[in-house]
C-alpha cells in the first residue's frame, strides 16, 4: 500500500517512510491512496479476539512493507497490562445520563492518562522499524508542539529510545498544572522540554515551519539527523487510533448494546481533528457508523466550519479548562477535506493556501453537503462543562475530565436535538486527575486547597474515584526543565538542545 500527500498526489510513498518524514515535503499530510475493507467476516471473527489481536489485523492492512514478525512486535511491547493497567487498554463503562445511555470509551488508562498514549506508545517502536528501513542511518529528531498531552504522551514513548531525540514545545499559559508537571519532571537522556510565550497554534505553525525549513533540515543532516514528528500529522499516529474504534464496535456487540452490522455513533471532544478522523476512515474502512458528532470548546471554528461550511480561524482565542482543544487549526481537517474532494490535491491545496494567507476559506457545496451528511458539529462553553462533570457524577457517581465532559454535554444536545436513538460511544480522551481544580470547581463541594496534590487528594476522597499511579507518584517530585522562549527563537532553541546551534 502507498500513500500520498494531499498537496500532490504525485509524491508517493510506502508506510515506513510515511512515517519516518512526518509530513510531506510539499507541507501536505500522507494519506493512505485507498482504504482497506474489514469484511464482515473479518468484522466477526474480531469478536473473539483481545485487542492486541485486533490491532495486529488492522494495522497488518495498511503497514504492507513491515513483516508480520515486526507488526506484532510493535503491538506486543505497546499495549501491555504493565502499561494500560490490564490487557484491555480500552474499556468502555457505559452511563445513564439525562436519560439516554452514553458508552464511554475509556482511552486514557496509559502511561500518561490522556488517550494520546494509545497511538504514543506504539509510534516509537513503528518509527524506529521505519528508520531501519528507510533512515540511512540517521537519527531521528522528534519535535512536538503540544496543547498539553500530546508533549507527555510523546516524552514517555520516546524517552531513552536509540537513535532518537524529542524536543517538546508547550504554550507557556495554556496548559494544566498537572500537564506542566508531568513534562517539566520527564526522565530520559534524550528529552527536552521549553515553554513558548504564544497559544497553541503558535507553536504548531513554528513547529511545521522549522520542519519544513530545508536549510535547518541540511544542518541536520549534516550531523546525521532528520526531523519527524509525533503530532497526528504523523499516519503512526492516526493509524492505532483507528483500531480502538474498531474494537469498541466490537464490544458493543459483545456487551449486547448493538447486534453486528448495525450502526453506531461516534462522538469526539476534539481538537487537532486526529481522533474524530480515525473514527471516520474507520467507517471507511466498513465500520458500521452512522454519524460523527464533533464537539468543540469555546473555541468552536469547528463547530462553525460544520455548520456553515466556511472555515474562518480569524477569532478570538480562548483558554478553556480543556486545554488540549484549545486549538483554531485543525490540521487534521485537511485529511478530511481531501477525501471529501474526491482526493483532490488541487482543492485540498487550494484550501490550505488560502487558511495561510488569510485565515479562511469556504467548501464546494457539495462538500459541505457531504460534511452536514455524516458529521454534527456542537460546542460545549465552560458553564456547560462544568455543569456536566457535576451531572454526571450526581446522577451516576462518574467522574470525567473536562474534555470527556465537552462530549457528553455536545451528545446530550445532539439527542434532545434530533431524538437519535442510535446506540453512541463517546471517546474519554482523559483522567480527571489530570485536571483536578476544574472538575473541583465543577463538582462545587467547599474550598478548594492550595497545592495541585491536594487537590487531587480532596477529588480522592470526595469520589472514591482511584487515583492513577502515573500522577500520584509525581508528587514531590523536582522539574528538571523551566525554560520559557519566544516563538521567534523556536528554531534556534532546536538546534542547541541537539548540540549543534
Ligand atoms: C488531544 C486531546 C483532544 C483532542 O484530540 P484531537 O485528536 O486533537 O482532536 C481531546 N481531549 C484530550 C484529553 C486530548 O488530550
Known sequence: MFYYS?????????????????????????????????????????LSMSYRDRA??????????????EIADCVDSAYTAA?????????????????????????????????????????????????????????????????????????????????TRIIVFYPVDGVSAMQKHQMNTQEGDNVYVCAIRGNFDDAQTAVKKIFTDP?????????????????????????????????????????????????????????NFGN???????????????RFICASNSNKVLTDFINTGVYDKNRDFY?????????????????LLFALSGNSDTLTKSYMDALKTKGVYEVTPEIKEKIQSSFYGGFADEDA?????????????????????????VCDAYIKATGDTTPVVIASTASPYKFSKAVLTALDKGDMPESEFDM??????????????????????????????????????????????
Not at 463503562?93 to 498514549?117: I, M, Q
Not at 474524530?276 to 452512522?290: D, F, H, Q, S, T
Not at 483558554?319 to 485529511?335: A, F, K
Open 83 to 163: 502499561k494500560f493497567g490490564s490487557d484491555d487498554p480500552a474499556p468502555i463503562a457505559s452511563v445513564k445520563y439525562n436519560g439516554a445511555e452514553l458508552n464511554l470509551l475509556e482511552l486514557w488508562h496509559g502511561p500518561t492518562c490522556a488517550f494520546k498514549d494509545m497511538a504514543l506508545q506504539i509510534l516509537p517502536h513503528f518509527l524506529t522499524k521505519s528508520l531501519k528501513k528507510v533512515g540511512g542511518g540517521k537519527d531521528a529528531v522528534i519535535l512536538v508542539a503540544t496543547s498539553g498531552d500530546t508533549g507527555k504522551a510523546a516524552l514517555e514513548g520516546f524517552k531513552d529510545v536509540d537513535h
Open 215 to 271: 536549510a535547518t533540515s541540511e544542518i541536520l543532516a549534516d550531523h546525521n539527523m532528520m526531523f519527524s514528528s509525533a503530532n497526528s500529522i504523523n499516519w503512526g499516529r492516526l493509524l492505532p487510533q483507528i483500531v480502538y474504534y474498531v474494537s469498541a464496535y466490537c464490544d458493543m456487540v459483545n456487551l449486547g448494546k448493538v447486534n453486528l452490522g448495525d450502526k453506531i455513533n461516534i462522538t469526539v471532544p476534539t481538537g
Open 6 to 46: 494531499t498537496q500532490d498526489k504525485s509524491n508517493s510513498v510506502l508506510s515506513a517512510q510515511a512515517i519516518a518524514q512526518g509530513i510531506a515535503q510539499d507541507g501536505g499530510l500522507f494519506v493512505p491512496e485507498s482504504f482497506p475493507q474489514i469484511t464482515s467476516d473479518e468484522l466477526s471473527s474480531m
Open 276 to 290: 474524530i478522523l480515525a473514527a471516520y476512515y474507520a467507517r471507511e474502512m466498513g465500520l458500521p457508523v452512522k
Open 456 to 501: 487531587v487528594e480532596k477529588l480522592h476522597e470526595l469520589t472514591g474515584a482511584q487515583v492513577p499511579a502515573p500522577l500520584a507518584s509525581l508528587r514531590g517530585k523536582t522539574a528538571r526543565f523551566g525554560d520559557v522562549t519566544d516563538k521567534e527563537d523556536m528554531q534556534g532553541v532546536v538546534l542547541r538542545a541537539l548540540g549543534i546551534g
Open 385 to 409: 462543562t462544568a455543569q456536566t462533570i457535576h451531572d454526571l457524577f450526581e446522577q451516576q457517581n462518574y467522574l470525567c475530565d473536562t474534555h470527556t465532559a465537552v462530549a457528553v454535554s
Open 319 to 335: 483558554t478553556t479548562v480543556s486545554p488540549s482543544m484549545d486549538i483554531l487549526v485543525s490540521s487534521n481537517l485537511e485529511r
Open 56 to 69: 495486529k489485523l488492522i494495522i497488518s492492512k495498511y503497514l504492507t512493507d513491515f513483516t508480520p514478525e
